[in-house]
C-alpha cells in the first residue's frame, strides 16, 4: 500500500463549479498536511497548510482533514480557467520530508 | 514576497559528466531541502540540510550526490557523474524550521535537467 494516495485524474470542470480534490493515506504517524498547486514545468506552490483535524479555509480554498479516516481534502469553490493546474497533496510526520501524493490534473473550462 | 531561486532553470549534459544545480533559498530559512520530480511522476525527497550538515536523505541520495551550502546565499545540489534516469525536475526548498508546525516549505521554479 502506498504511503499516500491521489487520483492522478485529469478531473475537467466547467468554471464557477466545486472542486474536490483528496487524498487517502495509510500511516497515522502523519501530522502536517499540506496542499500544493503546480502549473506545468513549474515549483510546487503551497495553497493550505494544516496540522489538526477539521477544516481551516482561506478564500476560495477550504481544507479538511480527517484523522481518523486518513483522509484529506481541498475544496475550491467558484472554480476559475486560472486555476486548471496539477494539485499535490503533501505530509509529513515529525521529520523534515516532504511525502508527496502523485497529484490530480485540474482543467476548468469557460 | 521573498522566493527561492534556482538556476539554471534547464540543464542539458551528456551522461558521465557532472552537473551543479544551485539554489538561493529564502533569505532568513535555515533549512533546505532537494526534491526530484521524474517526469509523469511524484515529487520525490532526496535531502534536507542545516548547518553544514544533511540532516536526512533518502535511498535516491546515493554517492553521487552531494550538497554544499559554498557561502552565506547559495545551496548547491552536485551530481558527480550523470545517468539518463537523473533526467528530472530537480526542486530547491527552503523553511525556517525543520520539526514542528513551522516547517512550511517553500519551492523554487526548478531545474530540469536532460542527460543525453
Known amino acids: 500500500q502506498k504511503e499516500v494516495e491521489q487520483d492522478p485524474g485529469p478531473l475537467s470542470v466547467p468554471e464557477g463549479a466545486i472542486v474536490s480534490l483528496n487524498c487517502t493515506y495509510s500511516?497515522?504517524?502523519?501530522?502536517?498536511f499540506m496542499w500544493y498547486r503546480q502549473y506545468s514545468r513549474k515549483g510546487p506552490e503551497l495553497l493550505m497548510y494544516?496540522?489538526?483535524?477539521g477544516n481551516k479555509e482561506d478564500g476560495r480554498f477550504t481544507a479538511q482533514v480527517d484523522k481518523s479516516s486518513k483522509y484529506i481534502s481541498l475544496f475550491i469553490r467558484d472554480s476559475q480557467p486560472s486555476d486548471s493546474a496539477t494539485y499535490l497533496c503533501?505530509?509529513?510526520?515529525?521529520?523534515?520530508?516532504?511525502?508527496f501524493g502523485t497529484g490530480t490534473r485540474l482543467q476548468v473550462f469557460p | 514576497e521573498p522566493e527561492v531561486t534556482q538556476t539554471p532553470s534547464h540543464q542539458v549534459t551528456q551522461m558521465g559528466q557532472e552537473v551543479i544545480l544551485r539554489c538561493v533559498p529564502i533569505?532568513?530559512?535555515?533549512?533546505f531541502y532537494w526534491y526530484r520530480q521524474i517526469l509523469g511522476q511524484k515529487v520525490e525527497f532526496l535531502v534536507s540540510f542545516y548547518n553544514n550538515e544533511i540532516s536526512e536523505k533518502s535511498e535516491i541520495f546515493d554517492d553521487q550526490f552531494s550538497v554544499e551550502r559554498p557561502d552565506g546565499s547559495n545551496f548547491t545540489l552536485k551530481i558527480r557523474s550523470t545517468k539518463l534516469e537523473d533526467s528530472a525536475m530537480y526542486f530547491c526548498a527552503s523553511s525556517v524550521e525543520s520539526l514542528g508546525p513551522k516547517n512550511i516549505q517553500y519551492f523554487g521554479a526548478g531545474t530540469r535537467l536532460s542527460v543525453l
Open positions: 503533501a505530509m509529513r510526520r515529525n521529520t523534515d520530508k516532504l511525502i
Open positions: 500511516n497515522s504517524a502523519f501530522q502536517y
Open positions: 494544516t496540522y489538526s483535524s
Open positions: 533569505s532568513n530559512h535555515l533549512y
